[in-house]
């Protein structure tokens, strides 16, 4: 199977450009004492629907022709990329049907439905997630966009990295945060092509390490019950990501719920911004390691900012 490439990533950059917010890139010289390094942070929590899912669910929903579209759009996601499809869909005034598991946070589901989303519930297991989507797209002829495992929503992702690089220059590093592997495999593509000598750095929970054990197998090994409360990385690779991550990245760094709380912490109290766990991981790796990036200038991909204020982690 063709993976994508960084023609690719440049294609939807153009596609969604009108789409998408074209988020800002923050520093933080508090923060930036602490890493010992200058962290360039990409914002994606400002983007639009609250986190990167929308720069692959826009390319995906916009890269298919009119005739494929009739009868809607329709996936499975636990909230993130529920909310970019149903709201890319929207802005191609087509339906989405979104199956996500009842343990949804209700901010995510309530954002879902306020895209015009059509919400189907389901137990919380990829099994029952995947019959149910496939009953979806039986009755209702939909086409099924996967959250990460596709090739449009990679090319997608990957331009979070290409305006990151774009804006902050020459980078020693760039960590983003792995769950499925959409967003970490779109910014090594990028990176690979614009900054061949840049370290390309995951980081994941260590009660949903999947990547990280799968990289060091050679083989993926999907999660089994995993816990953490970085809620948008419980998902396993898919069998585009692996492949690429397992071509491309130099490490991934595991990290501890407390390591993530810090992190989270970190970004609210120093640099004024509301950023959800999953988002914190990156920073969280980076920080862990901080004794390897003395003095060096690192890209860090903040990957969205939704959560249930009323369920903060402290």
Not at 12 to 22: G, K, L, P
Not at 200 to 216: N, V
Not at 219 to 238: F, H, Q, V, Y
Request: some cysteine; hydrophobic content about 40%.
């Amino acid at each position: 199977m063709k993976l994508p490439e960084f023609i690719d990533v440049k294609s939807a950059a153009e596609r969604i450009r009108t789409f998408i917010h074209q988020t800002p890139v923050l520093t933080s010289q508090s923060i930036n004492e602490i890493a010992g390094a200058k962290l360039y942070f990409k914002c994606e929590n400002f983007q639009k629907a609250g986190s990167f899912k929308m720069r692959g669910a826009s390319n995906a929903v916009f890269s298919l022709p009119d005739e494929k579209l009739l009868n809607g759009v329709a996936t499975h996601s636990s909230g993130n990329f529920a909310q970019a499809l149903a709201l890319a869909a929207g802005k191609r005034n087509i339906t989405s049907y979104i199956v996500m598991p009842d343990t949804s946070p209700k901010a995510k589901s309530d954002a879902v439905r306020s895209y015009g989303g059509k919400i189907i519930f389901c137990e919380p297991t990829l099994e029952a997630r995947e019959a149910t989507l496939n009953k979806i797209v039986d009755e209702t002829g939909a086409v099924f966009i996967h959250p990460y495992n596709q090739y449009d929503v990679i090319a997608g992702q990957g331009t979070a990295a290409l305006e990151l690089i774009n804006e902050a220059g020459e980078l020693d590093a760039i960590f983003a945060p792995v769950g499925g592997g959409g967003l970490l495999s779109g910014t090594s593509i990028t990176t690979k092509h614009l900054l061949p000598n840049a370290k390309i750095i995951g980081g994941e929970p260590m009660g949903a390490d999947d990547a990280f054990r799968s990289l060091l197998k050679g083989e993926i090994l999907p999660s089994i019950n995993p816990k953490t409360i970085a809620d948008g990385l419980l998902t396993s690779l898919g069998s585009l990501t692996f492949p690429i991550l397992r071509k491309n990245i130099d490490c991934i760094v595991t990290v501890s719920e407390e390591e993530i709380i810090y992190a989270m912490r970190l970004i609210w109290e120093r640099m004024k911004i509301i950023v959800e766990p999953s988002a914190a991981v990156s920073l969280a790796a980076a920080l862990q390691i901080r004794y390897t990036l003395s003095k060096k200038k690192i890209g860090i991909i903040l990957s969205g900012g939704n959560l249930d204020l009323n369920n903060l982690p402290w």
